[in-house]
């Protein structure tokens, strides 16, 4: 079935510091996909997405690029702040499966000034 | 800003206890999810719903049931809670059809038992 698979974490830079976190995903159909975040003590909310291949999804200085021919969906932020401190998961849907959204297991962020 | 709510946020209770975990959204969504979320912040669906008197479990087996008889409610029941049961539940919905299934979160219920 679908799935995903990302980084492991946790994963510690200093403040203005480059960061990727690598994901990479498992599918038979076509599926979007996804990038969330979860703050301290909070649920998680949509930071960006990508519906078909070689789409971009960007926020908040965050970027990642729908990368068919090598199954990626990788996070990148030239410079990042405190305040980016956080959980990020990347997901997936697909049509297939009801657009049920599948989860990698999280990665943890942590800025450090 | 996600129309979705959770409550209580933050929960503690002694062992036996039944506890109700509440969800609504404002949204019109027809589909539905509770997750559990464990310390190592892994997300494990628990059980869904794609409209009213739809539930369905999810990958991680749980005591929990839930029940969806209107659109905007899927409230959690726990009938005799454990230690075992501590942990965060996150509620979300989404829109059905052929729409991307981007999820819309609550902010959770951190629920301990003692």
């Known amino acids: 079935g679908d799935s995903v698979t990302q980084m492991e974490g946790p994963v510690t830079l200093s403040e203005e510091a480059c960061l990727t976190i690598n994901c990479t995903y498992t599918a038979t159909g076509y599926p979007s996909l996804f990038w969330y975040v979860q703050y301290p003590g909070e649920g998680l909310q949509l930071l960006l997405k990508?519906?078909?291949?070689?789409d971009k999804g960007s926020n908040k200085g965050f970027e990642a690029t729908y990368r068919k021919e090598t199954t990626s969906f990788h996070l990148e932020k030239g410079s990042v702040q405190v305040s980016d401190s956080a959980v990020y998961f990347c997901?997936?849907?697909?049509?297939?499966?009801?657009?049920?959204?599948?989860f990698g297991a999280g990665t943890r962020l942590t800025v450090k000034p | 800003e996600a129309d979705i709510y959770q409550t209580p946020r933050y929960l503690v209770i002694g062992t036996g206890k039944k506890i109700t975990l509440e969800c609504s959204q404002t949204?019109?969504?027809?589909?539905m999810y509770w997750y559990q979320q464990d310390p190592g912040m892994e997300l494990h669906l628990i059980h869904y719903s794609y409209g009213v008197n739809s539930t369905e479990k999810g990958d991680l087996s749980s005591e929990s049931t839930v029940s969806r008889i209107r659109t905007e409610h899927f409230p959690l029941t726990l009938e005799s809670a454990r230690p075992s049961h501590t942990s965060q539940y996150l509620c979300?919905?989404?829109?059905?059809?052929?729409?991307?299934?981007?999820?819309?979160f609550g902010e959770g219920s951190r629920l301990t038992v003692l």
């Open positions: 949204m019109g969504h027809d589909k």
């Open positions: 997901a997936l849907s697909d049509r297939r499966n009801n657009n049920d959204m599948r």
């Open positions: 990508a519906t078909k291949a070689d």
């Open positions: 979300a919905s989404a829109l059905g059809g052929g729409n991307t299934g981007e999820l819309f």
